[in-house]
Nanobody, 119 residues
Framework: QVQLVESGGGLVQAGGSLRLSCLASGSTFSINLMGWYRQAPGKQRELVATITRGGSINYADSVKGRFTISRDIAKNTVYLQMNSPKPEDTAVYYC?????????????WGQGTQVTVSS
């Protein structure tokens, strides 16, 4: 089992900056990939950024050049640095991880943190 707890959401002005954090606990040794997703009202949940155990990073086109995903392995924490956010980035942001244990794959989600970008 892996538990994910997000923090850092809130209200930010367009063009400002905000950093989200996701602390993983439990069987963190089994994690292969961690990432951030978001869901705006009336829309489907979408990928924002992911980082693999090996450090490979992937971004949604909509956030490339503005958001940065990073990790602190010692702290079991993944971050999402949001620079120059836009009102359309307003959403609930969810931390996600994929874990493998005894040849089975598991997907875990955090509870979500609201990010509101004002114009």
């Amino acid at each position: 089992q892996v538990q994910l707890v997000e923090s850092g959401g809130g209200l930010v002005q367009a063009g400002g900056s905000l950093r989200l954090s996701c602390l993983a606990s439990g069987s963190t040794f089994s994690i292969n990939l961690m990432g951030w997703y978001r869901q705006a009202p009336g829309k489907q949940r979408e990928l924002v950024a992911t980082i693999t155990r090996g450090g490979s990073i992937n971004y949604a086109d909509s956030v490339k050049g503005r958001f940065t995903i990073s990790r602190d392995i010692a702290k079991n924490t993944v971050y999402l640095q949001m620079n120059s956010p836009k009102p359309e980035d307003t959403a609930v942001y969810y931390c996600n991880c994929n874990a493998e244990f005894r040849a089975s794959l598991y997907v875990y989600w955090g509870q979500g943190t609201q990010v509101t970008v004002s114009s």
